[in-house]
């Protein structure tokens, strides 16, 4: 099976921050890579499709990129509303295989 | 509006079955695969198993594989993961979601419960 390995598992942060959340993929996954949002007693919110497209309606201010088998998601300016848990996900090959999770906190 | 909507959890004893549900609406079903993914309290996101638009082909994350089986009805637009033999690490929030090909997991549910104790 493909691992995901997710880092950091949380993070502290601050309003107008620049944060980055980095999945490494164990084995090519090419560009099949989708990164979540998920808010606390919410079920998931796809925010990045294809490890760098952003689905209508997810604010600009989020980005996804890739660097060999690193994938990054960006969040840049963070308002409070972005205050919740990411997950990425590998689906180039089954099982599908999520990210352990970032859990991004206020300071 | 595209919706999907989860139904059929609860608390059961270990060893026992049951069935879920993901009713559709505002889209074509018979056109989607369906994916099933759950999570434990506290924990991350398992992707546990999808079928396709026809329902002809599954697919099973190895801790659910001859245990689940999942399957959809186009004509009811409504998918379901029939659960077997459970036991009380299964317990986890079920979430259905969809593929509209290209698009991967786009739009989810808004998940069930599902609780295995004695």
């Known amino acids: 099976d493909i691992q995901m390995t997710q880092s950091p598992s949380s993070m502290s942060v601050s309003l107008g921050d620049t944060v980055t959340i980095t999945c490494r993929a164990s084995?090519?996954?090419?560009?099949?890579v989708n990164w979540f949002q998920q808010k606390p007693g919410k079920s998931p919110r796809r925010i990045i499709s294809?490890?760098?497209k952003l689905p209508d309606g997810v604010p600009s201010r989020f980005s996804g990129s890739r660097s060999g088998s690193d994938y990054s998601l960006t969040i840049r300016s963070l308002e409070s509303e972005d205050v919740a848990d990411y997950h990425c996900l590998q689906y180039d090959e089954y099982p599908l295989t999520f990210g352990s999770g970032t859990k991004l906190e206020i300071k | 509006e595209v919706q999907l909507v989860e139904s059929g959890g609860g608390l059961v004893q270990p060893g026992r079955p049951l069935k879920l549900s993901c009713a559709a609406s505002?889209?074509?079903?018979?056109?989607?695969?369906l994916n099933w993914i759950r999570q434990a309290p506290g924990k991350g996101l398992e992707w546990i198993a999808l079928?396709?638009?026809?329902?002809?082909?599954?697919y099973y994350a190895d801790t659910v594989k001859g245990r689940f089986v999942v399957s959809k009805d186009n004509a009811k637009n409504t998918g379901y993961l029939q659960m077997n033999n459970l036991r009380s690490e299964d317990t986890a929030m079920y979430y259905c979601?969809?593929?509209?090909?290209?698009?991967?997991?786009?739009?989810w549910g808004q998940g069930t419960s599902v609780t295995v104790s004695s």
């Open positions: 294809r490890a760098t």
């Open positions: 084995q090519d996954v090419g560009i099949y």
């Open positions: 505002g889209f074509t079903f018979n056109s989607t695969w």
């Open positions: 979601a969809r593929n509209y090909i290209p698009y991967v997991m786009d739009v």
């Open positions: 079928i396709n638009p026809d329902g002809s082909s599954m």
